[in-house]
């Protein structure tokens, strides 16, 4: 995030993929490989369960598997699943930042804004640090803080964050929403030019601000954009608080259809029981 463009990244992962599938086909990591771009860049989602559920029942704790299929548990609409077995993982690995985060994330999808910012203010004072951090602060600002408040730290956070494009939409997204239409129009103007030019940029930043300016269609777009390259983000478009205006939207629900997110796994929960018993023993 914010260093490669991403349809470049998933490319060069395929490829490195098949090399090291022809190396060993029956190297886990490259299983985990392969099973995080079914996720991400493929959307093969029974694929990708398969693969991370394989690898999830070895007698060893794979911390890449467990990481990806909390991914997975965020696009079945699932987030309290994602960060339980996240939290399996900071058990073992209390100073992972992108556990860390990846769990705070699940939880802001599931409404705990308030107990977000707050864990995210004690990680970072724990030196902690990261673009998937940075912006689940500023998202879940916006839904416990007021405009005062929340305005000024994005605001601080897109400083310190510089080259994170994701920011300055959300940033754009908070302002529209205020009523700073000109200085919420000059940030979609960059947001828009640096989709196509800067390494990292992801269209959700445009459909944000566009959300809070009313164009929801042209918002609509913009996420689809997002989803066919391959955002992190996109995982969560169907429980994304952000995203809410658009529900009654007729092209945001066919976009949807079309999408096809995964269902939840009615056989995971047992299953991420017998892992959360195997990690404590």
């Known amino acids: 995030m914010g260093s490669l463009r991403i349809p470049e ?43 991370f559920d394989g690898i999830l029942s070895g007698p060893l704790l794979n911390r890449r598997a467990i990481i990806g299929r909390s991914l997975l548990h965020i696009a079945e609409g699932s987030p309290g699943k994602a960060e339980n077995l996240l939290q399996v993982l900071l058990q073992h690995s209390a100073l992972s930042s992108r556990a860390s985060a990846l769990c705070y994330w699940s939880k802001y999808l599931a409404g705990e804004y308030r107990e977000v910012l707050d864990l995210i203010e004690e990680a970072k004072r724990s030196g902690h640090s990261g673009p998937v951090l940075d912006t689940v602060e500023a998202l879940a600002s916006i839904r416990c803080e007021n405009p005062e408040v ?10 310190d964050s510089a080259g994170h494009a994701l920011l300055n939409g959300i940033l754009g997204y908070a302002l529209a929403l205020n009523g700073q239409i000109q200085r919420a129009n000059e940030i979609l103007d960059v947001t828009t030019r640096e989709v196509d030019d800067t390494k990292g940029a992801d269209p959700y930043a445009v459909a944000l601000i566009l959300i809070a300016l ?28 952000m995203l809410q205006p658009l529900r009654d939207e007729p092209g945001y629900r066919a976009f949807l259809s079309r999408a096809n997110y995964p269902v939840p796994d009615r056989h995971r929960q047992q299953k991420d029981s017998d892992l959360a018993v195997a990690a404590e023993e």
């Open 9 to 51: 990244a998933y490319a060069a992962a395929r490829e490195a993929l098949e090399r090291a599938i022809e190396l060993d086909a029956e190297s886990v990591e490259a299983k985990c490989a392969a099973a995080w771009l079914k996720t991400l860049s493929e959307r093969d989602w029974p694929g990708a369960r398969r693969g």
């Open 150 to 159: 929340y305005i000024a730290r994005i605001e601080a956070v897109a400083t």
């Open 214 to 241: 009313g164009e929801k269609q042209d918002a609509v777009q913009w996420l689809e954009q997002s989803y066919r390259s391959g955002s992190l983000w996109s995982l969560a478009f169907p429980s994304d608080p």
